[in-house]
């Protein structure tokens, strides 16, 4: 046992900028070091000054940055997102210790890289003996601060059985320096004005009816269930709510979630994201269904509840392939019942037929074309359009194919032919080709069982571009 005392701990302390769990021993040392570190930090010239902590709302780690920071760490890695107030925003891991921590400064009494960096600025290691908590002792720590311009946002910390490596530490920081001077050079524009008429195509007498069952909808903290059948705009109507109301969702399907990861998944969604929608909800096991059902009673809905006051999601939207009740009630009654008032119906293409031409029309003018009467009968009796997606790739498709016109004509569509139906023309190659390759090339007796001359049959030959070399007997 170490018999340094406590004026030796603090010269320690000032001397290596972290604690050595060998060195405190009571209470005393570990308060003055906690209350020591909370008012210190080292500049990035080492020395040690004051800090005045501006608090924060921490906006920075978006999905798409924490994703990002997820895939350029190593799998041999644990690690823990931390924003500048010490909070855990993200981990990676599958240690129960680390699992359960949710601010680096308060579990770990400041002796992890993290909570160092987030202290001095700078990078940080901490070995397995200098960790003072004893579940750490046998872990390595290693903090990389994240900056946005001059201000730390935060930090990550990677944590292994092993030292990381110099190679490890380089890759990252390279990628990370990578990632943020490609933000540094985004512009930011001004995000337009959404409009239902934009995303969606519907009559107008329909149109009307369904903006004002919307407009329940688009309140802040209220579940909400999308139903309707494939390619009818359930996605389309979930970022729609979402970014009406100035936030970007995360996106998880139930029909292809492994079934081994989906309650974590799930909480994870719920733990990290505003709003989280789910589509294909009706696929979730019985348990996450009932998760859903207390979150939205306990959480959204009455806000009071302490069981969920980690999770950030104020959000939930569900979409679902069922458009009828009768196929609901494959889903738990409870789940139904909580969203059942909130609860909008997307009607098809199919539902429209009479109001085909317009919808038509009104899709091709999103896309700048104007269209002859005849490419709307065609479009109409098309096997392959049935629903408003089918429609809307279509004319994506068509719009690619004549870049430089502003009008189309039937010459201009693209036919999207069944695999088994051909030209007659096609046909008729294919036909020839089969049966002079089975008589062995033989000219008279190709011709006599196609019941043509010998002359007719060479022409074919040649138009069809057949090899009428003459094999040689086996």
């Known amino acids: 046992m170490s018999t340094m005392n406590l004026k030796d701990a603090k010269d320690h302390f000032i001397e290596s900028g972290r604690l050595n769990r060998n060195v405190v021993r009571d209470d005393i040392s570990i308060s003055w070091y906690k209350c020591r570190l909370s008012q210190l930090s080292i ?10 902590k501006k608090i924060k709302t921490i906006n920075k780690f978006d999905p798409s940055f924490i994703d990002y920071l997820d895939s350029i760490i190593p799998v041999s890695y644990d690690f823990v997102i931390a924003d500048e107030n010490h909070n855990v925003i993200y981990r990676r891991t599958e240690n129960q210790t680390i699992e359960n921590i949710q601010c680096i400064e308060e579990h770990c ?17 901490v070995m397995k003996h200098e960790h003072y908590l004893n579940s750490w002792s ?30 490890d530490i380089n890759a990252i920081k390279e990628k990370l320096r990578q990632f943020e001077k490609r933000r540094t050079k985004t512009v930011e524009t001004e995000m337009k004005e959404l409009h239902f008429e934009d995303y969606f195509t519907y009559p107008e007498k329909y149109k009307e009816i369904f903006i004002q069952s919307l407009s329940r909808l688009s309140v802040i903290n209220t579940p909400v269930m999308i139903m309707g059948g494939k390619g009818s705009g359930k996605t389309t109507l979930a970022w729609f709510l979402s970014y009406s109301n100035g936030l970007s969702p995360y996106l998880v399907n139930g029909s292809n979630i492994p079934k081994i990861m989906e309650s974590e998944i799930i909480k994870k969604a719920l733990y990290q994201y505003e709003t989280v929608v789910i589509e294909c909800f009706e696929s979730l096991s019985p348990e996450n269904k009932q998760l859903l059902t207390a979150y939205t ?69 999103r896309y700048e074309l104007r269209i002859s009467d005849d490419v709307i009968s065609v479009i109409a009796k098309s096997r392959d359009i049935n629903t408003f997606k089918d429609l809307s790739g279509f004319v994506e ?73 003459e094999r040689k007997p086996k």
Not at 112 to 122: D, E, F, P, R, Y
Not at 142 to 164: K, N, T
């Open 109 to 125: 009494i400041g002796t992890n890289a993290g909570a160092l960096v987030l202290k001095s600025g700078i990078e940080q290691i």
């Open 138 to 167: 046998e872990l390595y720590s290693y903090g990389i601060p994240i900056r946005e311009e001059e201000d730390l946002i935060g930090a990550i910390m990677l944590i292994a059985s092993f030292q990381p490596t110099e190679f």
């Open 397 to 469: 498709e068509v719009k690619e194919k004549n870049k430089d016109k502003s009008y189309i004509d039937v010459s201009d569509l693209i036919y999207k032919k069944e695999p088994d139906i051909h030209s007659l023309e096609e046909q008729e190659k294919k036909y020839v080709s089969y049966v002079y390759e089975r008589m062995d090339n033989n000219i008279s007796a190709t011709a006599e069982v196609l019941k043509i001359g010998r002359s007719t049959l060479y022409r074919k030959l040649e138009k069809y571009q057949i090899d009428t070399t």
């Open 43 to 52: 500049d990035h010239d080492g020395t040690i000054c004051q800090n005045n």
């Open 297 to 365: 009673e306990e959480k959204i809905i009455s806000k009071t509840s302490e069981k969920y006051s980690n999770y950030k999601a104020q959000n939930i939207i569900l979409t679902t392939d069922y458009t009828s009740e009768d196929q609901c009630d494959k889903i738990d009654l409870k789940l139904m019942n909580r969203y059942s008032v909130n609860t909008v119906k997307l009607k098809n293409l199919d539902v429209f037929r009479d109001d085909y031409r317009e919808i038509v029309k009104k899709i091709m003018e």
